[in-house]
């Protein structure tokens, strides 16, 4: 009893600190994402570890300036490029979201099948399910309740840990592969670098966390806790997509298979921690992270897209007062789950690919925000310091010079 | 009928035919209705600043361009000016409250009316333009001919607001005066309406909005928004506007709120206010939230229990304000003690001369300052009530609990 007690109050404790950034950070860990890390271990070994420290600074940086442009404009990205850039632009760039945004949403719809498909469940019966399961959460108003059991359930990426360690993977190896770049100029490598970009550092995050750092009632007074917290959110989220890159690499690709086609291939990263349960302890981990990510993705483009384009929003609206916000959330739901649906798709690369158009959007939204925070008249003091534009300019550089190399290659 | 966005990039023809500019800038003098555009403001190259032209220098008016009845010589530049509202950069893509629809929305388009005044055209700013019509307008002007896109538009739902419901927000509470924006058009929209568009807007424009408002209507506002908003809210303002908002709220929101904030900003409140009602509300803030005391109101009307229903009704008649939900009157001896309730109902249909007394609910029902939560919604349920009467250990009326109360307590609870 005594013990029972004290880890409600230890569970308590997580749910207090836990915020905007936190939660954010774990979405983002979903099926594209775990997927993607996968793959880069599965393939490249550890030799893509050293890009986890820009990835870290950058992931930090627009985190931190999307968060301190809701503190201090209490206000959401798509209703401050709207308000700034006009409507021709807040449109085209909110369809370019919707169409990455869908891509997202057909990945977690990807993990859902491929992790139910473990335990011998068609995708048929699965997808359905959960989409009108997710559906309903939201519609109904009743997700805010079921959050703190996702987020719990996300503490399943202590496995990935304990099996990195368990797998024995060559640390000495693996230390040198952090702080030694390396790049290859084939297609497949640089899709990769900018699959690894677009996984961690979303473009859908931005406006996310932004608006749940407005919602939260977060004001400059209170900036400075927030900002600790998105910030140990990143720091969290990275560290745990180094231990899947390195299980992976330990698992997968030493073995020389380094690739993976379906769900029971990247379990058996899990294998030197649970043995023949790997598949079971994958399947339920990939599976909260899906449906997590698909009750929060269909969610949070609608609500960018009618702030940015001026239609009315919101789950405590009725039907018929915000038609456009429902119909586009029922309908990335069903259209995104309903791809998944095609006999033969190839989940493991629905995934992927989907990160990759995230990578290449990203550098859009980045552009925007990075105007955005430099404005005296609308951030004052909190306005950007050198530092964060030489990192968050660099990123938007790095990653057009990544797509023009990309489609070189492609022409070439 | 003429539109902003169409408007905006028409080139601007002077007397002598020489092209002065395109148009980048329409200013309104003032927000007073109907607001008619007095400069137009012109850019010719990029960087340079604006030119000024007075809408009385304009000639004529077409789709395709305008001509000016001066030189372009004689055009000076503009000198900024924060009383002038600027219609692309303060209203176009803007959030406003449209004040017949009690929302938030966002402005798409603005339209024009034109009215000959003294031989000369005049343009008048008649509606905002918020619904598909406007985005399709925004999206495809320039890229469609004018006359295909004004088709298209037909074919859509338009949603416009007249000019006149339309409250702006500028979160600028400086530049607020200087546009003499007053908000008084809020004033018209029920409490629980104006708190929801509140909770819609980012706090600098809800700050602004109730450093405008009056005290009677911010209060109102003020005591239907949730808990967590209203500190924020209490919070942004300076301490005597936030003591006199206060002091207008009913005394058991009022004191809720209080007890929310830290120790300190609330002594330093309750100082800043009236010396009766900073006593009432720390006697409200001495007992516990969930008790009788606690959600009881010291607003009620108690009256000598001797008195008839001529002197009630003449009571009730001349009091300055009357309490929320009033639902009954109480009788009280000489010492305050509660003698009976009589409801309003029992008041109106007897006789003037009727003795109070006569008039009781029966039985006589009370609960202590001290009684849970649950005992109280135990009552209003089994009697059927709207109105209950708080006692302290002498039998002495101290306050009232009335049923919104109770529906809070409900809802909160389930």
């Known amino acids: 009893m005594n013990f029972l007690k004290r880890w409600k109050t230890h569970i308590l404790i997580f749910l207090a600190v836990i915020g905007p950034g936190f ?10 994402g775990i997927y993607t890390y ?8 550890y030799t893509l570890l050293w890009t986890l420290i820009p990835i870290t600074f950058v992931l930090i940086v627009v985190q931190e300036m999307s968060a301190r442009l809701g503190a201090v404009t209490g206000k959401g990205l798509a209703d401050l490029i709207r308000e700034e850039f006009g409507f021709r632009i807040t449109f085209f760039l909110m369809l370019v979201l919707t169409v990455a945004n869908l891509a997202n949403v057909m990945a977690e ?6 992790s139910m498909a473990i335990f011998g469940i068609s995708k048929y019966i699965s997808v359905p399910v959960v989409a009108f399961f997710v559906w309903l959460l939201v519609v109904r108003g009743t997700y805010k309740s079921v959050e703190k059991v996702f987020l719990f359930a996300c503490s399943f990426y202590v496995c990935y840990i304990i099996s990195g360690v368990l797998a024995k993977p060559d640390w000495i190896e693996a230390a040198q592969a952090v702080v030694r770049p390396t790049i290859h100029m084939e297609t497949g490598y640089l899709i990769m670098l900018v699959g690894m970009i677009g996984a961690t550092v979303a473009p859908w995050m931005q406006f996310y966390l932004q608006s749940a750092i407005v919602e939260k009632g977060v004001g400059q007074k209170q900036y400075a806790e927030s900002r600790l917290e998105v910030i140990v959110g990143c720091l969290v989220m990275v560290g745990v997509t180094f231990f899947i890159i390195v299980a992976c690499a330990a698992t997968i690709h030493t073995n020389g298979r380094q690739d993976i086609v379906d769900a029971a291939d990247a379990a058996i990263a899990l294998r030197p921690l649970a043995g023949d349960y790997a598949s079971l302890l994958f399947a339920f981990g990939l599976f909260n992270a899906s449906v997590f990510a698909a009750s929060i993705l269909p969610l949070a483009t609608a609500y960018s897209v009618c702030e940015g384009l001026g239609f009315e929003a919101g789950v405590n609206k009725k039907f018929r007062e915000a038609p456009v916000f429902y119909w586009l959330y029922t309908l990335l739901i069903v259209i995104g789950g309903g791809l998944i649906l095609i006999p033969g798709i190839p989940l493991v690369l629905v995934s992927y690919f989907s990160q990759v158009a995230n990578g290449f959007l990203l550098p859009f939204v980045l552009v925007f925000l990075l105007l955005l925070v430099n404005r005296v008249d609308l951030m004052g003091g909190f306005k950007n310091s050198r530092g964060y534009n030489l990192i968050a300019g660099s990123t938007v550089a790095v990653l057009v010079v990544l797509t023009l190399l990309l489609l070189g290659l492609e022409i070439f | 009928m003429l539109y902003l966005t169409e408007i905006l990039g028409l080139p601007v023809i002077d007397s002598s035919g020489k092209k002065a500019g395109k148009v980048a800038e329409l200013a309104v003098a003032s927000v007073v209705q109907p607001s008619r555009v007095a400069m137009l403001l012109l850019k010719n190259t990029k960087g340079k600043p604006s030119i000024a032209v007075p809408f009385e220098n304009v000639s004529a008016f077409s789709s395709e361009e305008i001509r000016l009845r001066v030189a372009r010589e004689k055009l000076e530049l503009f000198q900024p000016d924060e009383a002038l509202l600027l219609l692309r950069k303060d209203l176009l893509d803007q959030q406003i409250i449209d004040v017949n629809g009690r929302k938030v929305v966002r402005v798409n388009d603005l339209s024009f009316s034109e009215q000959v005044v003294n031989g000369h055209t005049e343009l008048l700013l008649s509606e905002v333009d918020i619904g598909l019509s406007g985005a399709l307008r925004r999206l495809l002007h320039g890229a469609l001919p004018r006359t295909w896109l004004r088709k298209l538009e037909s074919h859509v739902k338009g949603t416009f607001i007249r000019w006149e419901f339309v409250d ?22 029920h409490p629980a309406d104006l708190a929801d568009i509140m909770e819609e807007l980012a706090p600098k424009e809800r700050q602004a909005i109730f450093t405008a408002l009056d005290d009677a209507t911010a209060a109102a506002a003020l005591s239907e928004i949730p808990r967590k908003l209203q500190v924020s809210i209490l919070d942004s303002l300076e301490k005597t506007r936030a003591a006199d908002i206060l002091e207008e709220m009913p005394p058991d929101a009022a004191a809720d709120l209080l007890a929310e904030l830290p120790a300190e900003t609330s002594t330093e409140l309750l100082q800043d206010m009236d010396r009766e009602e900073a006593a009432e509300l720390g006697e409200l803030l001495g007992f516990p939230e969930n008790s009788a005391g606690g959600r009881m109101t010291t607003d009620y009307v108690a009256i000598p229990s001797t008195a008839d229903v001529e002197a009630a009704s003449n009571l009730i008649r001349g009091a300055p304000e009357l309490p929320e939900n009033f639902a009954a009157i109480f009788l009280v001896d000489t010492e305050g003690k509660l003698i009976g309730t009589v409801a309003l109902s029992q008041l109106i249909v007897a006789e003037p001369q009727t003795s109070l007394e006569e008039l009781q609910s029966e039985p006589l029902l009370s609960i202590p300052a001290q009684a849970p939560e649950e005992d109280i919604v135990e009552l209003f349920d089994k009697y059927n009530l709207l109105s209950l009467p708080v ?7 101290i306050g009232v609990v009335t049923v919104d109360d109770i529906v809070s307590v409900l809802r909160k609870k389930s």
Do not use: C, M, W
């Open chain 2, 168 to 189: 702006l927000l500028e979160a600028d509470p400086l530049r607020q005066v200087k546009l003499n924006i007053s908000h008084k058009v809020l004033r018209g929209l």
């Open chain 1, 38 to 45: 996968s793959l880069a271990g599965a393939r490249y070994g």
């Open chain 1, 23 to 32: 939660i954010t950070a774990n979405v983002d860990n979903d099926a594209g």
């Open chain 2, 391 to 397: 006692v302290d250990e002498e039998q002495i009326l």
């Open chain 1, 109 to 114: 719809f990807a993990g859902v099948a491929s």
